[in-house]
Structures are given as C-alpha cells and as structure tokens.
C-alpha cells in the first residue's frame, strides 16, 4: 500500500492532521484527522507495506488480546477504506501483479508493464503470446514523477509539452487528467509514464484512453529509427493495394473514404493513421515499395488493420467548388507530403529525417492533389485517376 506523497503529517495544536499540498490542493483534496492509531498506521505505511505485514506490526502496536485481534483487524480495514475513499492510500495492486504485455505494431515489438488495468484494450489484437526481445519497453506506474531540473523547452500546446535534459525527453500533458507525465530515454528504447492513482472505474478507463493517445508520440520516436512514419490520412483497400488520402482535420477525408465505400464497395483499411515503411511484412526491407504497417492508431473511426500492404499512392484532399486534380512540381510534393507526416519533428534532425522519407516516397510512388467537393463524382474522378495509373505501370 502506497501513501500519497503530496500529503503531509501535520500537528496543529496537537491534533495529527493529514493536509494536502501541491497539485492535492489544486485537486481539491480534503484532509484527515488521526487519533494516535492512525498516526502509527501512516508512519508505518512509509515503506509500503502488504496488509498483513501492516497487520502484524498494528497488532503488536495495540497490544490487544487474542479474543481483541479480530476488532482490530476491523480497525485496521476501516482506517485503510477511509484513506483510500479520501485518495490518500493507493491500494494493492491486482492479485494478476503487474501485467506484461509485448505486442507487435509496424513490425516494432513494443513491450508494456504495469497493471492490468491500464493497459489499452485497443493493443489486443496486436499482441504476441510468444514474445521476444522488445524493441522498446514502455513502464506504467503511479509512482509520483520528478519533475525535470535545467531541461530546455522544445515544444507547447494545448495537448503536450515536451523539454530535453541531458539523457531523455520528458512529456507533460496539460490536458490529460490521469497522465501525469512521460519519460523517454533519447533514442526511445526505454519510456516511463507515470499516472495519477485510480480509484474508479470511470478513472481507470479515462487512464486507458489518455495512455492509448500519449503511448503513440513515444512509440513514433522509436519507429522512425526503423524506417517507420506515420501519416494522417484515412487508407483504402483497392486493386490490392492501399491507397491513402491526406488532409487537415475538418477538410473531408473521411466523407471521401464514405463516397468510395457507397459508390464503389471499396473498404477502409485505417481510419485516420497510416503507418509507412519501405520494409514488408517479415521485415526486408524494400526500397522500390513503400507499405502500410498494421497499427492501432485509427481516430474515432475504430476502423484498423492488422495486415501489411503494398501503397500504390497518395492523394492529398482539398476543399473545392469542382473536382479537378492539380499537377504539383517535385519540391512541392515533398513538402507537402512531409507537412502531413505526425512523426516526431522535435529537432532540426527529425525534420530532415522526415523530408528525406517524404523525398523517398514521392520519387518512387504518385501523389496528387484532388480539389473536390463532397459528391460522389469527386469519389469518381479520382478512382478514374488511380485506374489509368495503374493500367499504365
């Protein structure tokens, strides 16, 4: 069992009171008056203790009689329920223990710890019942972070902000209510996220949710060291191949992806990330093809895959009166492929990283630029487009 380090044994006037300080105050946390049991009891509960050690240490404390033990058990049970209702004392965790979870994601083996409870649910599909060595580890705890001394500030907003000390990269989320705060050695081998002690289900599966969004950026850290990147754009399965269409939030991907599903049958692979590689699905790599990774990762839309495919090209969407296809020079695809990519760009070298994969990609594969309405003729124009390349190649 685990006290609550933002709270302080305090006397005032004599009377032990247990105050918060820090980011309790700021939470709103009440404090508890102690009698002299319970002063002993939050002292001994400094070193963590089972409860039946804290049992057998309360028991020689109160010096009660054989036939007294079981009301001081009761005791024992009332003060620890009242701490936990108060969200001073983390309880034990599970009987399961700490779960370990090694799941595979764009051929990345990504190992994750911590209790099972936290976990998101949304890795299942992608994990492996014999697992090898991790590619990167990533540990779950509600042990209290140390926030970061001389670490230089590389980026805000509203979502994350992100600072470099001498060894790792730390991660706050000022928007997250259950992730406190991230940790990542530099080359994304070993990540740390320490969140804030559940006491509900409804917290438990608020905590699932943000670790599902704050895992992605760590893991594209890592990825990216493999050759791996990451798109926003929705996927779709066609002519055997997987055909990506990219826009800004709000410009109509997903109506496009609709438009093709009702005209033409054609089905969704990912919803709203695709995962990119010059790398096939037993890891070889491939420099003439670029493929879509499985991942996880699909916004509101639940739509993902597990499969590894060959891209046959990208189609970058905007909003427009008619539908028409805009011819972009060389210097203008790259850069507007590479402000597409949500892969890391913390540091001028992850920027060049990312225009070289953007380079690469539109050497080797067609990009377009389809201005569109919302009809299904814009669906049209460009499967119309996309056959003639194909019968052409």
């Known amino acids: 069992m685990r006290r609550d380090p933002r709270f302080t044994l305090q006397f005032l006037h004599g009377v032990p009171t247990l105050l918060p300080f820090g980011q309790a105050v700021a939470d709103h946390r009440q404090g508890v008056q102690l009698d002299e049991a319970g002063v002993f009891l939050w002292n001994a509960l400094a070193d963590e203790p089972s409860r039946e050690e804290l049992l057998a240490r309360f028991l020689q404390f109160s010096e009660v009689t054989p036939e007294e033990a079981l009301q001081a058990e009761q005791d024992l049970d009332s003060f620890l329920s009242q701490l936990t209702a108060f969200r001073i004392l983390t309880p034990e965790a599970p009987s399961g ?5 090694s799941v595979k994601i764009a051929g990345l083996r990504v190992s994750l710890a911590g209790d099972p409870a936290w976990i998101p649910q949304e890795f299942a599909p992608f994990r492996e019942e014999t697992p ?18 001389g670490g230089e500030l ?131 790599e491939t420099p003439e093809t670029l493929w879509l990774q499985p991942g996880p990762w699909c916004g509101t839309s639940g739509i993902f895959t597990t499969e590894t495919v060959p891209v046959g090209g990208i189609t970058l969407l905007a909003r427009g009166a008619e ?17 597409r990519l949500i892969s890391p760009f913390w540091t001028r070298e992850m920027l060049e990283a990312n225009l070289a994969f953007a380079r690469q990609v539109t050497d080797r594969l067609p990009l377009w630029r389809l201005h569109c309405t919302m009809d299904p003729h814009a669906a049209r124009v460009m499967k119309d487009e996309i056959d003639r390349w194909v019968e052409s190649t």
């Open 97 to 101: 223990g700490a779960a370990c979870w």
């Open 154 to 284: 590389l980026l805000r907003t509203e979502e994350l902000e992100l600072l470099r000390t001498e060894d790792r990269w730390v991660i706050l989320f000022p928007a997250s209510s259950r992730v406190a705060q991230g940790e990542v050695s530099l080359d994304g081998r070993e990540a740390w996220f320490f969140v804030r002690p559940c006491f509900t289900p409804e917290e438990t599966s608020a905590l699932r949710e943000e670790l599902f969004h704050a895992i992605r950026p760590v893991f594209l850290l890592r990825a990216r060291q493999w050759g791996v990147f990451a798109l926003h754009g929705v996927s779709l399965g066609y002519r055997d191949r997987a055909w990506l269409f990219s826009a800004s939030s709000g410009t109509g991907k997903s109506t496009h992806a609709r438009l093709w599903e009702e005209s033409f049958g054609v089905r969704q692979l990912n919803g709203d990330l695709a995962l990119l590689a010059f790398r096939d699905a037993d890891g070889r």
């Open 132 to 149: 090898g060595t991790p590619d990167q580890t990533i540990t779950l705890t509600d042990r209290e972070p140390v926030f970061p001394r």
């Open 323 to 339: 539908d028409w296809l805009e011819a972009l020079s060389p210097d203008r695809k790259q850069l507007m492929l590479a402000n």
